[in-house]
């Protein structure tokens, strides 16, 4: 935890279950902090509830069942909540959405959005929502986990129809570098003022 977003110490574990959890992707709603880890072994997607954030989490409900989910990454937007989550071997993507993250989830139309490339398919972070833009991260897993992480603007989100485009030829976060030798994986960035970012990686 950190006072200033500047110097850090570690707390301690706050969630621990019987089997793997991973990115945990947590969210607001209703005043109160949601989370959903990573529990594919499970083949579900369960969400959690914080009593005492960032404390305290309990199991809420499985709100999907049925596929080894990746990465599951939700958010809301033009008033419903949206779910990008990974399904087969890093190569699946597919697109949920609900009117609440309680209710009934339904797959989108054109899910899988994205189908056997496991370059772009698997979530690498939360999605963000700035200026009205919308900001997808993909792993980039191609011939091993960990290669890199691109940047996807999404140009169009309804019930009906999904759009996007890759932001640039280059990618925003390169794996197997002096730093990160083990791998790139994720981003989580976070806007604290106007034009001020935090930004935390996934690479070592």
């Not at 902090?33 to 005492?52: A, Q």
């Not at 997808?136 to 169009?156: C, H, I, M, P, T």
């Not at 280059?170 to 794996?175: A, E």
Request: glycine residues 6%; hydrophobic residues 35%; aromatic residues 16%.
């Amino acid at each position: 935890k950190s006072n200033n977003v500047v110097d850090w110490k570690y707390d301690k574990i706050v969630l621990r279950e019987k089997f793997h959890l991973s990115y945990p992707c947590i969210f607001k709603w209703n005043s109160e902090f949601y989370m959903i880890p990573e529990s594919g072994k499970t083949k579900t997607i369960r969400l959690y509830k914080s009593e005492n954030f960032p404390y305290n989490w309990k199991f809420v409900k499985t709100i999907l069942a049925g596929k080894e989910f990746m990465d599951s990454t939700i958010f809301f937007h033009n008033h419903l909540w949206w779910l990008f989550t990974e399904t087969n071997n890093n190569s699946v993507l597919r697109l949920y959405y609900s009117d609440s993250p309680m209710g009934q989830w339904n797959e989108h139309k054109k899910s899988p959005i994205i189908n056997g490339n496991s370059s772009i398919a698997r979530p690498a972070g939360n999605v963000i929502i700035d200026n009205n833009k919308i900001i997808r991260y993909a792993q980039d897993d191609d011939g091993g986990y960990g290669n890199q992480v691109w940047a996807f603007e999404v140009l169009k989100l309804t019930k009906e129809d999904y759009i996007e485009k890759k932001i640039s030829n280059k990618p925003l976060l390169k794996g197997f570098e002096k730093w990160n030798k083990h791998g790139m994986h994720h981003i989580s960035s976070i806007k604290l003022r106007n034009k001020l970012w935090i930004s935390c990686v996934d690479g070592y």
